[in-house]
């Protein structure tokens, strides 16, 4: 499957932004989908991401540095999954990147490390100004 990455741009600290993963002329029924970030000179790490299940839901988890912050949902058409990132700080700034894993089954956990995810989108970049 193919993604794309959308929605990034420049916030004030404290805005928000919402992200889009989408796949390229399919839906992303069926898929585990992690959202991961980053920065300039650091590693790659996992945000946060939502496993699927039938109809528009799935388990979730989160990095703890964006707990309460920032919420990953899927819409009901499965097409799209989301990433609400509000109270954006300076430590947000990054290269955001979506990335699924067919699974087709409801038990199958939020993976936050690179592997397993075998397609990823091409990143947007949030940059977040004091």
């Known amino acids: 499957v193919q993604l794309q990455a959308s929605g990034g741009g420049l916030v004030q600290a404290g805005g928000s932004l919402r992200l889009s993963c989408a796949a390229s002329?399919?839906?992303?029924?069926?898929?585990?989908v992690g959202w991961f970030r980053q920065a300039p000179g650091k590693e790659r790490e996992f945000v946060g991401g939502?496993?699927?299940?039938?109809?528009?839901?799935?388990?979730?988890a989160y990095a703890d540095s964006v707990k309460g912050r920032f919420t990953v949902s899927r819409d009901k058409a499965q097409k799209s999954v989301y990433l609400q990132m509000n109270s954006l700080k300076l430590e947000d700034t990054a290269v955001y990147y979506c990335?699924?894993?067919?699974?087709?089954?409801?038990?199958?956990?939020?993976?936050?490390?690179?592997?397993?995810?075998?397609?990823w989108g091409q990143g947007t970049l949030v940059t977040v100004s004091s």
């Open positions: 990335a699924a894993k067919y699974t087709r089954s409801p038990t199958t956990g939020v993976a936050t490390t690179a592997p397993p995810y075998d397609a």
């Open positions: 002329g399919r839906t992303l029924s069926g898929h585990v």
């Open positions: 939502i496993g699927w299940h039938f109809g528009s839901g799935g388990t979730t």
